[in-house]
């Protein structure tokens, strides 16, 4: 009888494999890329996307050496590109290989946006010239790209750090949890730099908005919410949103940088209103924090927990202390060349070739930049090490690397409008800390511990697993006059000597 048994199950097992592995097979087109992964089909990437987050990728990378390939998950094929030089093509065929849909789920489902916003930026005209996603990018550009506008956003949020540097433990050393402490800094240098004087997060119970990233992917994929990112939801719906509602119908964003007031003609000239026009600064708040604290932290491991990158990263902010030019974010660079985890994803429109590939309709492209960031073909043997000179070049010097491989910012049609302040604001704070403090960790014996990563799907960058106890302690007294004249001539910092006890 168990015997009987074990054979009905082991029959109806096996059946159900051939069932798969045909379906699998007979539904695989041979001009698309090669399908792997399918020793349990359409289970094996499953699995192994979820133990080994973006890292899978790389080993398949490794395993495979394709320059492209097909993942068949349930009801979904997702095409993975390797190589560099497929990487252009996808980035050109901003119609079939699109960006769009996926920013339109992301403000359906993430941002809260209601169906009357819904329609205006989702709607079938998308794709169109004078669409709110077509436009809405070039719509910031007089605020991020080099200017007045970027100049004012940047000297603010520099101005922020300065100050907050300056009062911080009156002078006496303190003790933080690294990442908690760098975040709180980066967080209200940006958005005080963004929102002015009204800046709605200096209102402590807006605290909890650290509370919504976490549940991104719950709200992204509709995965019940409610119950599943209960705090997300929470700070959403009830603090950030109410919050940004409040600031825009008391016409603070007048008083804000022009980055706001360019976000907040955009909304209202495409016909956005109210809380519509609110939930979309969920969007942009996610956008321009998420990324530049987690940089900003590793920038700040990566410097301070080397002694050989600390001096020499000191000496270099110490001999320029003069003017420091803006173009100086080398160790940003690799900073995000060499922790950055993100996944770029697209939807293909309709058939569609690539190169010799077919891909089909419906299906998902993908490219993951620790894939083309831990490439020794395309970096060198030295790709696995954190390498503050990296991106460093005299005058003369010609770049070794292609100039695409660096893919921290996205690229072609989608390319990070918010790349010059972000690495104006982050090296400008590393450096202003160099300048100051040193860190040391309050760990037993006092060591310098890589904290493990958490990679979540959503973000470029990871955040720290583990907590980095350190204590931040002055260097000296001296008191520091920190000038931001335009990213165009350079950060100037100009050291005063004061009397003993200032600082
Ligand atoms: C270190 C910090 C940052 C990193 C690593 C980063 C990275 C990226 C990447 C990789 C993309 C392309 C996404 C894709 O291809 O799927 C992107 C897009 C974008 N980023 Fe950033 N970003 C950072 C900071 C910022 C800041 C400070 C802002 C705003 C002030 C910003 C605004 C945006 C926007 C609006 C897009 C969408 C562009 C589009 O729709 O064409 N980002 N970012």
């Not at 403000?107 to 004078?130: L, Q, R, Y």
């Not at 007045?148 to 303190?174: C, E, H, N, T, V």
């Amino acid at each position: 009888m168990m015997t009987s048994m074990f054979a009905l199950v082991l029959g109806s097992v096996g059946a159900a494999y051939v069932f798969v592995s045909a379906l699998l097979y007979f539904t695989q087109d041979s001009k698309e890329p090669p399908a792997i992964e399918t020793a349990l089909p359409f289970i094996s990437p499953l699995l192994g996307l979820v133990f080994g987050m973006q890292q899978y990728y790389v080993k398949l990378r490794d395993k495979y050496g394709l320059a492209i390939y097909t993942l068949r998950m349930p009801g979904q094929r997702i095409y993975v590109v390797n190589s560099l030089s497929l990487i252009p093509a996808v980035q050109r065929q901003i119609k079939t290989i699109a960006f769009a849909p996926i920013e339109a789920q992301a403000v359906a489902t993430v941002m809260g946006i209601g169906p009357a916003g819904n329609a205006i930026i989702g709607s079938d005209k998308m794709f169109e010239a004078d669409s709110y996603l077509s436009t809405f990018v070039p719509s910031t550009h007089p605020a991020l790209s080099p200017g007045p506008g970027l100049d004012a956003l940047s000297g603010a949020a520099i101005r922020y750090a300065s100050g907050s540097l300056a009062k911080l433990g009156g002078g006496k050393p303190m003790a933080v949890e690294l990442f908690f402490w760098v975040r709180q800094e980066l967080f209200m240098a940006t958005t005080e730099s963004i929102y002015g004087p009204k800046n709605p997060f200096r209102d402590p119970a807006l605290e909890q908005a650290y509370d919504f990233e976490p549940g991104i992917m719950a709200h992204m994929l509709q995965a019940w919410p409610s119950l599943l990112a209960r705090k997300s939801l929470h700070a959403r719906d009830r603090l950030l949103i109410p919050a940004f509602e409040k600031y825009f119908a008391e016409d603070s964003h007048l008083q804000g940088s022009l980055l706001v007031q360019c976000r907040y003609e955009h909304n209202t000239s495409h016909g956005l209103r109210g809380r519509d026009v609110a939930a979309t600064e969920i969007g942009q708040m996610v956008a321009s924090l998420t990324n530049s604290v987690a940089s900003a932290f590793w920038m700040v491991y990566h410097v301070f927990s080397d002694p050989v990158v600390l001096a020499a990263c000191r000496a270099e902010v110490e001999q320029q202390l003069v003017k420091m030019e803006v173009d100086d974010d080398d160790d940003v660079h690799e900073t995000l060349r060499y922790v950055h985890i993100r996944v770029s994803a697209r939807v293909v429109m309709e058939d569609t070739m690539l190169d010799k590939y077919l891909l089909k309709k419906g299906a998902t492209v993908m490219t993951i930049t620790p894939v083309q960031h831990t490439d020794a073909s395309l970096w060198g043997p030295t790709v696995g090490k954190f390498d503050h000179r990296r991106f460093l070049r005299g005058p003369d010097e010609k770049r070794t690397t292609n100039p695409a491989a660096f893919r921290s910012f996205g690229g072609g049609a989608v390319l990070c409008p918010g790349r010059h302040f972000v690495s104006t604001e982050v090296m400008s704070f590393v450096a202003l800390l160099l300048l100051r403090f040193d860190l040391k960790p309050t760990t037993k014996g006092g060591k310098w511990v890589t904290p493990r990563k958490n990679y979540p799907m959503t973000s470029a960058m990871p955040t720290p697993k583990d907590k980095l106890p350190v204590e931040i302690v002055p260097r000296d007294q001296r008191k520091w006059r920190v000038e931001f004249s335009s990213s165009s001539k350079g950060v100037e910092m100009i050291a005063e000597d004061v009397a003993k006890g200032g600082l």
